[in-house]
T-cell receptor, first 112, second 112 residues
């Protein structure tokens, strides 16, 4: 059972526009959600997180939105920059368990 | 949906002992990886494995570490003589190509 789903394997966005990366989850026990960015041969790098008691968290160009009723979260990057081209992982965890459950990732291409 | 399975979920070992962390990647995947996350720190890349050999490794992956795919289904990480600083969450991942990873849910290694 894939508890964290990123249904889009890839996404291409023009530089300067908004990138929206989506993630769905099935486990209602998850109470903390994270987005990671990954370059080749490197580990995923933490980007931004959100607690289940919030519906939005913003950090510079990055905003994460959480819709608990739909079990859906999204990462917005605006404006998109060339250095944003990477694989983005959605992940979730609960305070009952120290495991991080990762989605499969979405490759973001920022086009010039 | 296929999953990457890691066993055990938690391993406690004495300093200086050898430990083997086990992973069963998805059967049609070709690339295999180990990552680790020390508590409170970032997820770090350790090693990638393709075509029955290591394709890339990080500075962390020194002579104390080795990987093996002994039987075409398991992918193991061995730490020859564990140190206290090896305590971390170890993640296995596999992929068909070089993105779109499926991560396992991790093995927490505690060295005492």
């Amino acid at each position: 059972d894939q508890q964290v789903k990123q249904n889009s394997p890839s996404l291409s966005v023009q530089e300067g526009r908004i990138s929206i990366l989506n993630c769905d989850y099935t486990n209602s026990m998850f109470d903390y959600f994270l987005w990671y960015k990954k370059y080749p041969a490197e580990g995923p790098t933490f980007l931004i997180s959100i607690s289940s008691i919030k519906d939005k968290n913003e950090d510079g160009r990055f905003t994460v939105f959480l819709n608990k009723s739909a079990k859906h979260l999204s990462l917005h990057i605006v404006p998109s920059q060339p250095g944003d081209s990477a694989v983005y992982f959605c992940a979730a965890t609960s305070n009952r368990d120290d495991k991080i459950i990762f989605g499969k990732g979405t490759r973001l291409h920022i086009l010039p | 949906e296929p999953e990457v399975t890691q066993t055990p979920s938690h391993q406690v070992t004495q300093m200086g002992q050898e430990v083997i962390l086990r992973c069963v990647p998805i059967s049609n995947h070709l690339y295999f990886y180990w990552y680790r996350q020390i508590l409170g720190q970032k997820v770090e890349f350790l090693v990638s494995f393709y075509n029955n050999e290591i394709s890339e490794k990080s500075e962390i992956f020194d002579d104390q570490f080795s990987v093996e795919r002994p039987d075409g289904s398991n992918f193991t990480l061995k730490i020859r003589s564990t140190k206290l600083e090896d305590s971390a969450m170890y993640f296995c991942a596999s992929s068909v190509g070089t993105d779109r990873y499926t991560f396992g849910s991790g093995t927490r290694l505690t060295v005492v």
